[in-house]
């Protein structure tokens, strides 16, 4: 594990950014597995500016997010995952729209509990070259809460409170935060090649010390899974 405590979300953003773009320098398949949320914005904005300044295209890569809202309510459509890739990143780069995938479509109603088929789509691609991770203030990564198993696959979950709680920030009322999504298990992240864990602010200081000082998988701390893996990058603006 490699740990960069760094000034700013901007230069850790910056760093993120060049390492995808230096990779699909070398790969132009490169198969990579992305985050919503505020924290990868910003790397996500700085491929935008570069990839084309360095003569590089997305027009062969493949892309799977790591989770999916269930059960949107009608006027929050906007709100899915699909919509903030498409916004922040896809329409803006030159990818093909049917080599990005999400581990169920929030328009959904014939919900499954058994989403490890989109395990064997990724194997199928090669696997996921560079895994991009945000990490929950209660450690989760991706949707996967405390409790979580070491060996899961993706999966429907119900979402705690405290991560409806965070997300209700981005919904005018919090009764209206679905309760379900759809998540990569801890299992399916793991075994990306590589992965790059961006955490901003403070409120995230104990979840990723948590990480750092790890010495086996703790369950009330999901992100404890990932301490033994081979190759992973921390990129924050948190100082330890
Ligand atoms: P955030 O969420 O980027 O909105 O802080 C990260 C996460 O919950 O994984």
Request: proline share 2%; glycine share 4%; with cysteine.
């Amino acid at each position: 594990m490699k740990v960069f405590s760094l000034d700013s979300k901007d230069e850790c953003s910056k760093i993120g950014a060049n390492i995808i773009l230096d990779e699909l320098e070398k790969n132009k398949n490169l198969v990579l597995g992305l985050a919503t949320g505020s924290t990868p914005e910003l790397m996500y904005n700085y491929i935008i500016d570069n990839f084309k300044k360095r003569n590089l295209s997305f027009k062969d890569v493949k892309t799977f997010n790591l989770d999916e809202y269930v059960g949107l309510k009608p006027n929050y459509e906007d709100q899915s995952y699909r919509n903030f890739m498409n916004t922040c990143l896809f329409n803006q780069i030159d990818i093909d729209k049917n080599n990005t995938h999400f581990p169920v479509s929030y328009k959904e109603i014939n919900v499954q509990n058994n989403y490890d088929s989109y395990d064997k789509l990724i194997d199928e691609n090669g696997g996921i070259d560079i895994q991009i991770l945000g990490i929950g203030n209660n450690g989760h990564i991706a949707f996967n809460e405390p409790g979580s198993e070491l060996e899961s696959k993706t999966r429907l979950i119900e979402l705690t409170e405290s991560t409806i709680k965070a997300n209700s920030r981005f919904f005018d009322n919090i009764n209206d935060v679905p309760k379900k999504a759809v998540t990569m298990g801890i299992n399916s992240i793991f075994n990306a090649k590589k992965i790059i864990l961006l955490a901003f602010g403070e409120n995230k200081r104990e979840a990723v010390e948590k990480l750092i000082n790890a010495k086996s998988f703790d369950k009330n701390w999901p992100c404890t899974s990932l301490y033994n893996h081979e190759d992973l990058t921390i990129l924050t603006d948190i100082q330890f």
